[in-house]
Each structure stands twice: as structure tokens, then as C-alpha cells.
């Protein structure tokens, strides 16, 4: 398999309670596609690198990554 | 340091062309902290898994990740 590809689903169970963003260390997202028929998106936390499945479906786990990449826009 | 926490910024330099989503493995938002005063965005491609850092004040980059998320909420 090409490298940093994954052949299937990582996430068995998402959750969708309120996790504080000074919490998260950083957030990958990873599209849907032949390995995985769900958008998977998993924080990565502050304290142990601990690893959760959030659900992309969740308000607040879009207003948290919109709210990272404005806070760039609102710097210049 | 604490596991999956990087001591300084990945990014030397960023781009702003655009990428197809298609051509994107999976997006990393790393927010900016005691460790990076930037926000990083850093997508691994399909091809070979070469990550690339993304401007995250480009708008393609924010409308890609956007649409990410919301085709979860579209299927539905």
C-alpha cells in the first residue's frame, strides 16, 4: 500500500460531546474514499496524545475547524 | 514531551496553489500554540504520501475543508 495510506476505516464509534479545543493538539481529516465510505475526523488531545473519533456531523466540530482557520485570516 | 505533541512549527513554508481533493489523502489542522505561533495545515497526497503545508488563509483551502465536513452532513 502506498505510504500513509490506510486500507480501511479508523474510526469503529465517533463521538459527538463538546471536547474544549484548548483540549486538541491537532485535527486530521480524512475525506471519504475507497478505503472508508465515512469523512473520519479525529482530534488528537493534549494530554497523552490520546486519539478520538469525532462525528463530522456535529455543529460544534465544524464551528471549532472554522474557527481555526479564520483565527489565520484575523492575524494579517 | 507528550506523545504527539511536536516542540515547534512543521511549516517552513506554505503554499497557496491549488490541490484537487481528489489528489488529498487527509487534511492535519494543527492549531497554533506555546509550541507554533501559526495555525498549520498540512495535507498528505495520494501520490507517495508527500505531506504538503497549505496557506490556511487561502480560500480554496478553507472551502475544501468545509465541503470535507459537509458531505457528511449531506449524506444523510
Known sequence: AP????????CVKTI???????????????PEGPHC???EV???LKNGGKEICLNPETKWV???IKRMLHSA????
Open 3 to 10: 505510504l500513509g495510506v490506510e486500507l480501511r476505516c479508523k
Open 62 to 64: 465544524q464551528i471549532v
Open 73 to 76: 485570516n484575523e492575524k494579517q
Open 37 to 39: 465510505s465515512n469523512i
Open 42 to 44: 479525529i482530534a488528537t
Open 16 to 30: 459527538s460531546d463538546f471536547i474544549h479545543p484548548r483540549q486538541i493538539t491537532n485535527i486530521n481529516i480524512t
